[in-house]
């Protein structure tokens, strides 16, 4: 794809991505406030990375598209020194006031204004499902730039390949993609960035997440250090 395509496309789902959870943030948050409490899986997942990122050297952990910020402050819980990122300024203010205690920040994760090799590990729990097949070796790229050498990444995604489009969404009416993608895609996108994979789980959907969606992925990867 051009470059000019390519950046029509970034704005794109920029903008509608954007606009869709400043519409339902409120809601959002409230309805998936307790979700990890009946995903002991995801949990599993979640801890292994707390304890890898907890060297004594390690940097701060971003929660790249944080929304609400649940998985930052479930972070946190575990020890970890977490903030989060987020794309739209009506999640943040709500990550804000539900955990006043920790640090978000608006901004993209097709462009992170974050210093190269600054962050000790960074999660993307099912933050990359909005983003376009073709946008994500850049998603990838930047997390691989900001992570420090021997930093690590976990990834959250939907098992599938296809595209779905929502008109409507926890009670209000929207515009958003959202894609489900091959693990061995997202496996291959993972080690072309320079980035090694440790670990996968893919689980099957439990009771809550029945009938709409299916398998549910988590990679955990790490920066290697510069030789």
Known sequence: MALSSLAVTESTYLHATQLAYD?????YAELLRD??????????????????????EAGEV?????????????LQSLGVNAFGIDLSPRMVAV?????????????SMTALELADGTVGGAVAWYSTVHTPPELLPKVFGEIHRVLAPGGHLLIAFKVGDERR?????????????VYWMPPEHIAELVSKT???????????????????????????????YES
Not at 62 to 74: F, N, Q, S, V
Not at 95 to 105: G, K
Not at 165 to 177: A, I, P
């Open 23 to 27: 519409t339902v943030a409120a809601d």
């Open 35 to 56: 979700e990890l409490d009946t995903k002991p899986l995801d949990r599993a997942m979640l801890a292994a990375f707390a304890e890898l990122v907890q060297a004594p």
């Open 62 to 74: 971003a929660d790249l598209g944080c929304g609400p910020g649940r998985i930052t402050a479930h």
């Open 95 to 107: 990550a804000r006031r539900s955990h006043p205690d920790l640090r978000f920040e608006q901004g």
């Open 165 to 177: 489009h929502l008109d409507r969404g926890y009670g209000h009416e929207l515009s958003l993609d």
């Open 194 to 224: 320079g980035l090694v994979l440790d670990a996968q789980l893919i689980r099957e959907p439990d009771e809550s997440e029945r009938p709409r969606s299916g398998r549910q992925a988590f990679f955990l990867a790490h920066k290697l």
